[in-house]
């Protein structure tokens, strides 16, 4: 046997189950995977004490008898933009140096209360606003992937330690946000399977906030099956998020492992871009094929809008931004920069506490909500917004899943699309449509480009509808057979 | 429309994040290319449409008016800057 941290989360469980090792071995072994990965910087804080604490509780349990779901012993990686009571949490920005919780945010609590084991809080983009983890005061990711001439490549963003952690076998889940395609990106980038629970799914309590009406949390696992055993222990309804959908959870796992017969899978024509890589435009052909061979049904669809979702995007997420983030003003906690004045203390503190993107967007946001724009962009955006739902919701009327590219290419050099913040952004356009219309969606790696760098397709679902989501997912996988390892791991 | 630098140095004041004199022509250079390129949703239609209010198709939600939490003065404080007893302490306001 391999070392333990390599197992999945299905493998890992079983072998607690029969007793084959304990929750403290598979613990300690992803603990030393966590310290031999040190170069990636894939955590801003770890925390093996917690680890081997919650570790030794699960044993104890499962020796009572009393073992918990399929989470209970399992070490997962924690995005730090979940508050969690006694750990720095950090959004990677200076602007919160020191900030410890009292309290602890419902999804890691729920995660806890499944018996999971934290390892660490992870590197991510200040504030959850990239695509490259290439924003965070804590430094810059690496994937575990490396470019054709061995240079360092971005992991994608924003959860880009927590897809790194799971990419590199640190650990066998990991949980992250989605805001407009921070987890389905970077899964696609790094050949792990990312998803985006339906808004309302997973509570948003105690997750520090980016763009509330966008933002949803969801989990990071090698295989589908796995990642609908972490969702399974992050959503359900919670009355502290007025947005929390007050509906039961799920077992996800039971919609996986049969064939497509009966699905109807949409293929929206406006997801084909000018410039797009052609292997990436074949394996999007080859992902319906595959899917066809199963028995779905193809069925080609039209988005018409799909072209505004990002811009539209890029009015809204720094509107709510720029009000989400007025609370962080020097008196409360995290950063404070004197000044002779309040308002001066205030500039100061926000001026050296926020990096460049993060000024750019809460800039953008107070420019177009303030008066005399507010009609011009703001509200202009969401009557987009209303239009590219409609537009989702008459498709799903006639098909059950989409089937889309994830990202428009494969995973970048640190460094590169630093020049103009459009070119960045335009790494989003095919997972923020979803967060726009509040869908769940799911990235699988399905193939390699030409640099032999994972590919993901994406798979986009009817409001709660995950089971259909993670069922044609499956069948993807499978058909997929995506084994190929990164360098990190001796592949490539 | 385009930002200048004056435009570039009140949004900043808008939101209390000091910009050196240095960085406002870079930075209005920068929003310049972001709004530019979001102005393209002009060209769609939104004649009687509604915006967006909320993507999930709920009511807002009614609970009991109790007090459920309270008396956690020392968790509410624990990571302030500055305190002076019970209370959040910041430069002086009025003269």
Known sequence: ?492 | MSLDRDDVRKIAFLARIKIEDAELEPLADELNSIIGWVEQLGEVNTDGVQPMTSVAEMLTPQRPDQVTDGNVTQKVLANAPDRVKDFYAVPKVLD
């Open chain 1, 1 to 492: 046997m391999g070392k333990l941290n390599d197992l999945t989360l299905a493998e890992a469980r079983d072998g607690l189950a029969a007793g084959d090792f304990s929750a403290a071995e598979l613990t300690e072994d992803c603990i030393t995977a966590m310290e031999a990965a040190r170069n990636l910087n894939a955590f801003i804080t770890e925390t093996p004490e917690i680890a081997r604490k919650r570790a030794a509780t699960s044993d104890a349990r499962r020796a009572r008898g009393e073992a918990l779901g399929a989470l209970d012993g399992i070490p997962i990686a924690v995005k730090d933009l979940f508050c969690t009571t006694g750990t720095l949490t950090s959004a990677a920005s200076h602007i919160l140096d020191g900030f410890t919780p009292t309290y602890e945010s419902t999804v890691s609590q729920n995660l806890i209360n499944a018996g999971a084991v934290m390892l660490g809080k992870t590197n991510l983009d200040e504030f959850a606003m990239g695509s490259a983890n290439i924003t965070s005061y804590y430094g810059n990711v690496k994937n575990p992937w490396v470019g054709p001439n061995g240079e360092d490549l971005v992991p994608g963003g924003s959860s880009g330690g927590s897809v790194t952690a799971v990419a590199a076998n640190i650990c066998p889940g990991s949980i992250g946000t989605d805001t407009g395609g921070s987890i389905r990106q970077p899964a696609s980038l790094c050949g792990v399977v990312g998803m985006k629970p339906t808004y309302g799914r997973c509570s948003r309590w105690g997750t520090v906030a980016f763009a509330s009406s966008l933002d949803q949390a969801g989990p990071f696992a090698r295989t589908v099956r796995d990642n609908a055993l972490m969702l399974e222990g992050m959503a359900g309804h919670d009355p502290k998020d007025s947005t929390s959908a007050p509906i039961d959870v799920p077992n996800f796992e039971a919609a996986i492992g049969g064939d497509l017969k009966g699905l109807t899978v949409g293929i929206p024509e406006e997801y084909t871009l000018d410039g797009m890589p052609e292997e990436i435009q074949a394996l999007w052909d080859q992902g319906a094929a595959w899917m066809r061979e199963v028995g779905a049904e193809i069925k080609p669809v039209s988005l018409p809008h799909t072209k505004y979702a990002l811009p539209a995007y890029y009015i809204v997420a720094p509107a709510e931004a720029s009000s989400n983030l007025a609370r962080y003003d020097g008196v409360r906690y995290g950063l404070r920069v004197e000044g002779a004045t309040l308002d001066e203390m205030y500039e100061n503190t926000r001026g050296s506490g926020f990096g460049a993107e993060v000024r750019r967007r809460v800039m953008i946001g107070t420019y177009v909500l303030s008066a005399g724009y507010y009609d011009a962009y703001y509200v202009k955006a969401q009557q987009v917004r209303t239009i590219i739902l409609n537009e989702f919701n008459t498709v799903f009327e006639d098909v059950d899943v989409l089937l889309t590219p994830t990202a428009p290419n494969a995973a970048f050099p640190i460094g590169a699309k630093m020049d103009d913040p459009v070119a960045m952004y335009l790494n989003d356009v095919f997972t923020v449509p979803a967060n726009m219309a509040g869908l769940p969606g799911i990235s699988v790696p399905a193939g390699l480009d030409k640099s032999g760098l994972p590919l993901g397709l994406q798979v986009v679902a009817k409001p709660f509808d995950e089971e259909t989501m993670f069922r044609a997912a499956d069948a993807l996988e499978r058909a997929a057979n995506f084994t190929a390892k990164p360098r990190y791991l001796g592949g490539q």
